[in-house]
């Protein structure tokens, strides 16, 4: 979308963002009192609406304002700060991703290699708690790449508690939101668009609530793009690969660095960085990887595009191994064409995030910086219509299957399709009268 400058906000308005900021707190209480929310999906997706409405109405108001009004970013802040602390009060339901980096941590903490250790295996069987239960895909060995398990064995050390280990990726969460800041400050863009992310009702509910690790890797990613913006080219690039052996995720910018020249010769200091990273897990070699090609092979959701290209008939495999070498052409086709990094990152990120056969509600966490930069309504209506996927939850407890139905994939993505294809019109014919 393009960088329109809107009217200020009238004075009479100025107090409207500190309402719908206490709305959000507000709304953010009474979803934590919901309790289990797998067990009051239709209300938890109500008031998440409701509060993604009241988001909406935010940033177009902080949009509004220019200049460096210091208290409209307190309050943004503000706003932002509380919100998380309470949905930390909460105990994360609608995923159980927490539970398996508490294990992991713990594993790391009694000296096991959990890229060697599925948790059902015996030898870790002394580890187990009343926590057990809830940990994912026992059977499988970690997909979690080192620095990930850092963090975990991090948590492990302080309090082996799930609101630690959240606190550990909220705290990332929130630097992230200071990094938007000073690359907005750098680009000369308007600081109050910070409020994109640190208001996202997604972005808080995801790392506060669920407490998802994605966190790390994308403030990693944002501290790359910032390096990158301040001409710190050997920084920018280490800090790529923090992201990447985070989660693996952020692979996708690395077509970026190939198609420049003068990051080109720093690619063998991302590949060493990830190299030392591995070296303590060095001892389980053919398993490092193993449950990733697991992941890549068989995990499927919530994806439209993969779904419809299913519902054809075609060969799974070939499906994945075909939208893959489109995101990896299209990365290099932008690569070439683009010098701005953060330009790169949304469409990228975004045609990577499409084309996912898997695609959770915390994936989208990963555009969400970029939409400060490229705030596209399509976008933004998606990071909101993507909790419908949680009715799952509902139609599992109901037949038993974890599958989200095509009725649902189509309300979740043909207004954000449709939207989308009216922005990319638009601006190619803005951009042919320009021209």
Same mark, same amino acid.
């Given at each position: 979308?393009?960088?329109?400058?809107?009217?200020?906000?009238?004075?009479?308005?100025?107090?409207?963002?500190?309402?719908?900021?206490?709305?959000?707190?507000?709304?953010?209480?009474? &979803?934590?009192?919901?309790?289990?929310?797998?067990?009051?999906?239709?209300?938890?997706?109500?008031?998440?609406?409701?509060?993604?409405?009241?988001?909406?109405?935010?940033?177009?108001?902080?949009?509004?304002?220019?200049?460096?009004?210091?208290?409209?970013?307190?309050?943004?802040?503000?706003?932002?700060?509380?919100?998380?602390?309470?949905?930390?009060?909460?105990?994360?339901?609608?995923?159980?991703?927490?539970?398996?980096?508490?294990?992991?941590?713990?594993?790391?903490?009694?000296?096991?290699?959990?890229?060697?250790?599925?948790?059902?295996?015996?030898?870790?069987?002394?580890?187990?708690?009343?926590?057990?239960?809830?940990?994912?895909?026992?059977?499988?060995?970690?997909?979690?790449?080192?620095?990930?398990?850092? *963090?975990?064995?991090?948590?492990?050390?302080?309090?082996?508690?799930?609101?630690?280990?959240?606190?550990?990726?909220?705290?990332?969460?929130?630097?992230?939101?200071?990094?938007?800041?000073?690359?907005?400050?750098?680009?000369?863009?308007?600081?109050?668009?910070?409020?994109?992310?640190?208001?996202?009702?997604?972005?808080?509910?995801?790392?506060?609530?669920?407490?998802?690790?994605?966190?790390?890797?994308?403030?990693?990613?944002?501290?790359?793009?910032?390096?990158?913006?301040?001409?710190?080219?050997?920084?920018?690039?280490?800090?790529?690969?923090?992201?990447?052996?985070?989660?693996?995720?952020?692979?996708?910018?690395?077509?970026?660095?190939?198609?420049?020249?003068?990051?080109?010769?720093?690619?063998?200091?991302? *590949?060493?960085?990830?190299?030392?990273?591995?070296?303590?897990?060095?001892?389980?070699?053919?398993?490092?990887?193993?449950?990733?090609?697991?992941?890549?092979?068989?995990?499927?959701?919530?994806?439209?595009?993969?779904?419809?290209?299913?519902?054809?008939?075609?060969?799974?495999?070939?499906?994945?191994?075909?939208?893959?070498?489109? &995101?990896?052409?299209?990365?290099?086709?932008?690569?070439?064409?683009?010098?701005?990094?953060?330009?790169?990152?949304?469409?990228?990120?975004?045609?990577?995030?499409?084309?996912?056969?898997?695609?959770?509600?915390?994936?989208?966490?990963?555009? &969400?910086?970029?939409?400060?930069?490229?705030?596209?309504?399509?976008?933004?209506?998606?990071?909101?219509?993507?909790?419908?996927?949680?009715?799952?939850? &509902?139609?599992?407890?109901?037949?038993?299957?974890?599958?989200?139905?095509?009725?649902?994939?189509?309300?979740?993505?043909?207004?954000?399709?449709?939207?989308?294809?009216?922005?990319?019109?638009?601006?190619?014919?803005?951009?042919?009268?320009?021209?």
């Amino acid at each position: 979308m393009r960088n329109v400058k809107t009217p200020a906000l009238k004075p009479n308005y100025r107090w409207l963002p500190i309402v719908l900021g206490a709305l959000l707190v507000i709304l953010s209480v009474y &979803v934590t009192s919901l309790g289990d929310l797998t067990k009051e999906i239709p209300r938890f997706l109500t008031v998440f609406g409701v509060m993604f409405g009241l988001y909406a109405a935010a940033i177009l108001l902080l949009s509004r304002r220019h200049g460096p009004h210091r208290q409209t970013l307190i309050l943004i802040f503000v706003v932002a700060i509380a919100c998380r602390v309470v949905y930390l009060t909460s105990t994360p339901t609608l995923s159980n991703d927490i539970y398996r980096y508490l294990w992991e941590g713990r594993a790391v903490q009694a000296g096991f290699n959990p890229f060697a250790y599925p948790p059902e295996a015996s030898e870790l069987e002394s580890l187990r708690d009343d926590n057990y239960d809830s940990i994912h895909h026992r059977h499988l060995e970690t997909i979690y790449p080192p620095l990930a398990q850092a *963090a975990f064995y991090l948590g492990a050390i302080i309090s082996p508690k799930v609101k630690v280990q959240r606190a550990i990726f909220v705290f990332f969460d929130m630097a992230t939101m200071v990094l938007i800041v000073l690359l907005l400050r750098h680009r000369r863009r308007n600081v109050n668009l910070c409020a994109v992310y640190g208001w996202s009702p997604l972005v808080m509910l995801e790392f506060s609530h669920s407490g998802h690790m994605d966190s790390l890797g994308i403030f990693f990613l944002v501290l790359a793009v910032l390096l990158f913006h301040l001409a710190k080219k050997s920084f920018a690039v280490a800090s790529l690969a923090l992201s990447f052996v985070a989660k693996y995720f952020s692979a996708v910018l690395l077509p970026f660095l190939v198609c420049k020249k003068g990051y080109l010769k720093w690619l063998p200091v991302f *590949a060493l960085i990830v190299v030392v990273a591995y070296v303590p897990f060095a001892g389980a070699p053919s398993k490092l990887v193993s449950s990733l090609a697991v992941y890549g092979r068989q995990w499927e959701f919530n994806s439209l595009i993969y779904t419809a290209a299913r519902q054809l008939s075609w060969s799974p495999d070939w499906i994945r191994l075909t939208l893959m070498a489109v &995101v990896v052409l299209f990365a290099l086709y932008q690569g070439y064409r683009l010098n701005d990094l953060v330009r790169y990152s949304y469409r990228v990120l975004g045609i990577a995030l499409l084309l996912s056969p898997t695609i959770y509600p915390w994936y989208l966490c990963w555009i &969400v910086p970029f939409l400060c930069f490229h705030p596209s309504r399509a976008w933004l209506l998606l990071t909101g219509a993507i909790v419908i996927s949680y009715w799952v939850w &509902v139609s599992f407890a109901a037949t038993g299957n974890w599958e989200v139905g095509i009725r649902l994939l189509l309300i979740e993505y043909v207004p954000f399709l449709s939207i989308l294809v009216y922005e990319s019109y638009r601006s190619r014919t803005l951009r042919g009268v320009e021209s």
